[in-house]
């Protein structure tokens, strides 16, 4: 009781410690200068500065990912610190000469023609808004320990949805995280959710290995727990997987704002052929290079990624069950497609309070043994242009502004555009 009353007083006189966290966001996207936000809460001052280095080395880089969180909770030793934080996020949209039937502008779901006479729509959205707990410390055996957990409200409903459940240790890490075929640092900032359509951008659960080899470069390698979604066909059935999904990557990095990266994946996509009572399997696979790197006040991105049977791993591409598809004269039979997705960003810094951004997108699907021609209905490309300001009011409230463009065209050249405009305020605790 005595220990608890203690540690209620300290909250009560709101800190007996506070100190920056500067984090790899910081590198990317400018902010306000002045006192961080961070807060630390304890009985006894010592490690704190060890830790606030582990919350700085760990931090993630993704323009979405919650920041530092503004309280930390430390054990008695001072070795372990439990982070609480996130952010309140609402953003209103306004769709017009087209539409995009999402509360994220994906341009593969602009409709049909035909499908809808509404060519103009008002949505608000504050679903994206992030809860996140993580614990840090630094340990005689274990290095860096970090246990990290954070969702959203993205589930059926509205209802609370996990984005990250991870154990992270020694390079190791295990659990539930965005995938290793992809580079968090080098995604553009936007208001939309969903990021760029020729964006790789997915999650799994995973064990993986990074570890840096020398000065600026740094490798990994993972396993990962495979995901397949291919168009319905008759006599084939589509479930459980035989093999998971194998990515790697090697970066190398001249800055905290400045790198390059290749990578690929390797995957086996499993299906029954119901006519010869026979499971079989197809190999996918993909590679991928990405970068980002500052030139005075710009911050260049850009990635490409090509591949066959990835469309699991491309924003826009993966919406269409198209990992794997019929062989359309064979019953029983299915196959793989070519696919590519690729954007190249600018961003400018006009102050530590201010910065703009401007990204285009491209994602393909391409045809083999006739597939355009039986599914002529079927997305072949889609292209996204979205421009954006922001304006860092404090170290806790955001708020921007963004145009989005978007076109889509099938495999028989019907092309469908829609266009939209996004304001967002996003308050961090």
Same mark, same amino acid.
């Given at each position: 009781?005595?220990?608890?009353?203690?540690?209620?007083?300290?909250?009560?006189?709101?800190?007996?410690?506070?100190?920056?966290?500067?984090?790899?966001?910081?590198?990317?996207?400018?902010?306000?200068?002045?006192?961080?936000?961070?807060? +630390?809460?304890?009985?006894?001052?010592?490690?704190?500065?060890?830790?606030?280095? #582990?919350?700085?080395?760990?931090?993630?880089?993704?323009?979405?990912?919650?920041?530092?969180?503004?309280?930390?909770?430390?054990?008695?030793?001072?070795?372990?610190?439990?982070?609480?934080?996130?952010?309140?996020?609402?953003?209103?949209?306004?769709?017009?000469?087209?539409?995009?039937?999402? #509360?994220?502008?994906?341009?593969?779901?602009?409709?049909?023609?035909?499908?809808?006479?509404?060519?103009?729509?008002?949505?608000?959205?504050?679903?994206?808004?992030? +809860?996140?707990?993580?614990?840090?410390?630094?340990?005689?055996?274990?290095?860096?320990?970090? #246990?990290? *957990?954070?969702?959203?409200?993205?589930?059926?409903?509205?209802?609370?949805?996990?984005?990250?459940?991870?154990?992270?240790?020694?390079?190791?890490?295990?659990? %539930?995280? *965005?995938?290793?075929?992809?580079?968090?640092?080098?995604?553009?900032?936007?208001?939309?959710?969903?990021?760029?359509?020729?964006?790789?951008?997915?999650?799994?659960?995973?064990?993986?290995?990074?570890?840096?080899?020398?000065?600026?470069?740094?490798?990994?390698?993972?396993?990962?727990?495979?995901?397949?979604?291919?168009?319905?066909?008759?006599?084939?059935?589509?479930?459980?997987?035989?093999?998971?999904?194998?990515?790697?990557?090697?970066?190398?990095?001249?800055?905290?704002?400045?790198?390059?990266?290749?990578?690929? +994946?390797?995957?086996?996509?499993? %299906?029954?052929?119901?006519?010869?009572?026979?499971?079989?399997?197809?190999?996918?696979?993909?590679?991928?290079?990405?970068?980002?790197?500052?030139?005075?006040?710009?911050?260049?991105?850009?990635?490409?990624?090509?591949?066959?049977?990835?469309?699991?791993?491309?924003?826009?591409?993966?919406?269409?069950? #198209?990992?794997?598809?019929?062989?359309?004269?064979?019953?029983?039979?299915?196959?793989?497609?070519?696919?590519?997705?690729?954007?190249?960003?600018?961003?400018?810094?006009?102050?530590?309070?201010?910065?703009?951004?401007?990204?285009?997108?491209?994602?393909?699907?391409?045809?083999?043994?006739? %597939?355009?021609?039986?599914?002529?209905?079927?997305?072949?490309?889609?292209?996204?242009?979205?421009?954006?300001?922001?304006?860092?009011?404090?170290?806790?409230?955001?708020?921007?502004?963004?145009?989005?463009?978007?076109?889509?065209?099938?495999?028989?050249?019907?092309?469908?555009?829609?266009?939209?405009?996004?304001?967002?305020?996003?308050?961090?605790?």
């Amino acid at each position: 009781m005595k220990t608890i009353f203690k540690s209620m007083s300290c909250v009560a006189l709101c800190a007996i410690i506070a100190a920056p966290v500067f984090a790899q966001q910081k590198d990317l996207y400018p902010e306000p200068e002045g006192p961080g936000p961070v807060v +630390i809460i304890s009985k006894d001052k010592n490690g704190k500065e060890e830790l606030i280095n #582990v919350f700085e080395e760990t931090q993630r880089p993704h323009f979405h990912d919650p920041r530092a969180p503004r309280f930390l909770l430390t054990d008695q030793q001072g070795k372990f610190a439990l982070g609480i934080g996130g952010y309140l996020k609402t953003t209103m949209e306004y769709d017009f000469h087209g539409i995009v039937d999402d #509360v994220d502008f994906i341009p593969a779901f602009i409709p049909q023609p035909g499908a809808t006479a509404v060519r103009n729509q008002f949505q608000m959205d504050a679903s994206t808004s992030t +809860i996140f707990l993580k614990l840090v410390g630094r340990t005689r055996h274990l290095g860096n320990f970090i #246990v990290y *957990t954070a969702g959203n409200f993205r589930g059926s409903g509205k209802t609370f949805e996990l984005r990250n459940a991870y154990l992270s240790f020694l390079g190791f890490t295990m659990g %539930y995280d *965005t995938g290793l075929f992809m580079d968090l640092a080098a995604a553009p900032p936007t208001i939309d959710f969903q990021g760029p359509d020729g964006m790789t951008f997915y999650r799994a659960t995973q064990l993986r290995y990074e570890v840096s080899l020398i000065k600026g470069l740094k490798v990994g390698i993972g396993v990962e727990m495979p995901s397949v979604d291919g168009t319905p066909a008759k006599n084939v059935r589509i479930g459980k997987q035989r093999m998971p999904d194998v990515p790697a990557y090697v970066q190398y990095s001249w800055a905290k704002a400045g790198h390059i990266r290749v990578g690929g +994946i390797l995957r086996s996509t499993t %299906y029954e052929d119901q006519v010869n009572n026979k499971a079989k399997s197809l190999t996918g696979w993909g590679i991928q290079a990405s970068g980002t790197a500052r030139l005075g006040n710009f911050q260049l991105y850009g990635q490409y990624t090509y591949g066959k049977g990835i469309a699991q791993y491309l924003n826009d591409i993966s919406n269409l069950n #198209v990992d794997i598809v019929p062989v359309a004269d064979e019953s029983g039979r299915m196959q793989v497609l070519p696919m590519k997705g690729w954007y190249a960003g600018l961003q400018y810094n006009f102050s530590k309070r201010v910065f703009a951004s401007a990204t285009y997108s491209r994602s393909r699907l391409f045809t083999e043994d006739c %597939y355009a021609h039986f599914y002529e209905t079927q997305y072949k490309k889609g292209q996204y242009l979205v421009a954006n300001v922001f304006w860092n009011i404090s170290h806790n409230l955001q708020v921007g502004a963004e145009y989005l463009h978007g076109w889509r065209e099938n495999f028989n050249d019907v092309n469908r555009e829609a266009n939209r405009i996004n304001l967002s305020a996003q308050y961090n605790f």
